[in-house]
C-alpha cells in the first residue's frame, strides 16, 4: 500500500490491548509504514491486562492450529525466550480422543509411570493411573507488552494517542477517516479495530459486522491462588474437557485458576466471582493437584467475545479497514497470527521478511 503523492503509508490501531500493541509491532517491523496506536485510557488498561497467561498448545479448530503454529513460530524466532514467555510442564487429566488430537507441542501418553515424574511433582501419589503430559507456556500481558511498547516507542514511525474512537469510515479519495468522540476527524490508509468485547457496544460498523457474524461476549471466570511455596512447581495442571487449568504465574506462591462457566451476553464489565465457580477450582487444587491448602484467592473476572464455533475472526468493514475480533480467550496466545492477519488484511504483503510457519517443537518432556 501507498499513500497520496508517495508518502509514507499511515496505520491506524484502535485499541491498545495486546493484540492492538502486537498488530502496531508487526506493522512497523514488516511495513515502511507510521503507526498511530489509539486507546481511550492507556495501553492495556482493558481486558488483556486482566487475562490469564496460559499459551496452551490447543487447536481446537484448523483456523486455531493454524494460529497457534504461527504464534508460537513467532515467539521463538521474532522475540526469543525471556519473562514475557516461558516453558512448563503441563498435566493434562482425561482428555477425550478428540481433545488429545489438538493437545501438541511434545503430548506423551503416560499410563502407571508417575516414578518417572517424581523428580518434578515429588512424588505424586494423588496422580490416577493414566495422564497426558506437554510442554506448555506462560504468558505474562503486560511484560509481553512493554517489551513490545520498549521496541515502538523509539522508532519515529510510532505514535501513541489517547481518545474514543467512535467509527471509522472510507474517505473521500481514499484511505479512512477515523471520527472520534469530540470531533477530531484523523485521516489515515488504513485502520486495525483490536477494542476486544467492547465490539458489541457499538451501533457503528464494526458494531454491526460483529452482530452479523454472530459475535457474543461470555464471562470469564477464575482467580489467583495463593498457596505455600514450597508447594508450587512449575507445572499445569488440566482437565480440559471439564474446563479447569491450574497454572503457574510468576510470583513463587501463587497459581492462576481458570473454569469453564457458561453466562453469554454480558456488559464488558466487572462482575463477582459465584461460589459455585471457587468451589469446583478449590477442590481442583485440593485433590487434583500437590499444591495443597490455598490461603487466600483474588478473584479474575472478564469478558470474551466468542464468534460462531468459537473462531477468532479478522473481517472488513470498509477498504483498508480490518477488525479483530471473536478471540474466545485467545486474544493473548494467538495475538501473533491475529496481528499478522490484520496487518496483512490492510496493508498487503510485508515489504520485510516474516517467519514461515513451522509446528511447535514436538520435543519429548523428557519422562
Same mark, same amino acid.
Given at each position: ?13 484502535? +485499541?491498545? +490491548? ?36 496460559? !499459551? ?49 507441542? @511434545?503430548?506423551?501418553?503416560?499410563? @502407571? ?36 511498547? !520498549?521496541?515502538?516507542?523509539? !522508532?519515529? *514511525? ?6 474514543? =474512537? ?11 477517516? $477515523? ?19 467492547? =465490539? ?27 498457596? !505455600? ?12 474437557? $471439564? @474446563? ?7 510470583? /513463587? ?13 454480558? /456488559? ?19 485433590? *487434583?493437584? #500437590? ?5 487466600? =484467592?483474588? #478473584? ?8 460462531? @464455533? ?11 479497514? $480490518? ?15 491475529? $496481528?499478522?492477519?490484520?496487518?496483512? *488484511? ?22
Amino acid at each position: 500500500m501507498t499513500a497520496p503523492g508517495g508518502a509514507r503509508p499511515h496505520l491506524l490501531v484502535v +485499541g491498545a +490491548g495486546i493484540v492492538g500493541i502486537t498488530s502496531a509491532f508487526e506493522a512497523v517491523r514488516c511495513h515502511d509504514v507510521d503507526v498511530t496506536l489509539i486507546d481511550r485510557t492507556a495501553p492495556l488498561a482493558g481486558i488483556s491486562g486482566r487475562a490469564g497467561a496460559g !499459551d496452551l498448545p490447543l487447536g481446537w479448530s484448523p483456523r486455531h492450529d493454524d494460529l497457534m503454529r504461527r504464534s508460537w513460530t513467532w515467539h521463538r524466532t521474532v522475540l526469543g525466550d525471556g519473562p514475557w514467555r516461558s516453558r512448563y510442564l503441563s498435566i493434562w487429566y482425561d482428555l477425550s480422543p478428540e481433545t488429545r488430537r489438538m493437545v501438541l507441542g @511434545g503430548t506423551t501418553r503416560v499410563e @502407571g509411570e508417575t516414578a518417572a515424574l517424581a523428580h518434578v511433582l515429588g512424588g505424586p501419589s494423588w496422580l490416577p493411573e493414566a495422564f497426558d503430559v506437554s510442554w506448555s507456556y506462560r504468558i505474562s500481558p503486560k511484560i509481553l507488552a512493554r517489551r513490545l511498547l !520498549d521496541e515502538l516507542t523509539v !522508532d519515529p *514511525r510510532f505514535s501513541f494517542r489517547t481518545g474514543d =474512537v467512535q467509527e471509522v469510515v472510507d474517505g473521500a479519495g481514499g484511505g479512512v477517516i $477515523a471520527e472520534f468522540d469530540d470531533g477530531r476527524r484523523v485521516r489515515a490508509s488504513a485502520a486495525i479495530i483490536a477494542v476486544g468485547p467492547w =465490539v458489541n457496544n457499538r451501533t457503528n460498523s464494526w458494531g454491526l459486522l460483529a452482530e452479523r457474524a454472530g459475535v457474543r461476549t461470555k464471562r470469564v471466570y477464575g482467580f489467583r491462588a495463593r498457596i !505455600d511455596t514450597e508447594r508450587r512447581a512449575a507445572l499445569m495442571f488440566a482437565d480440559a474437557d $471439564a @474446563g479447569i487449568f491450574a497454572m503457574p504465574v510468576t510470583r /513463587p506462591d501463587e497459581i492462576a485458576l481458570s473454569v469453564k462457566h457458561d453466562e453469554w451476553d454480558v /456488559p464488558p464489565t466487572g462482575a463477582a466471582l459465584p461460589d459455585s465457580v471457587l468451589e469446583r477450582g478449590i477442590d481442583f487444587i485440593g485433590n *487434583r493437584t #500437590p499444591f495443597g491448602a490455598v490461603r487466600s =484467592v483474588e #478473584p479474575r473476572v472478564h469478558v470474551d467475545t466468542y464468534g460462531p @464455533g468459537a473462531v477468532p475472526l479478522v473481517e472488513s468493514t470498509a477498504a483498508g479497514v $480490518a477488525v479483530v475480533t471473536g478471540t474466545h480467550g485467545s486474544g493473548v496466545r494467538l495475538s501473533p497470527g491475529l $496481528a499478522q492477519d490484520a496487518v496483512a *488484511r490492510v496493508l498487503g504483503a510485508p515489504t520485510r521478511g516474516l517467519p514461515q510457519a513451522t509446528p511447535p517443537v514436538a520435543s519429548s518432556p523428557g519422562i
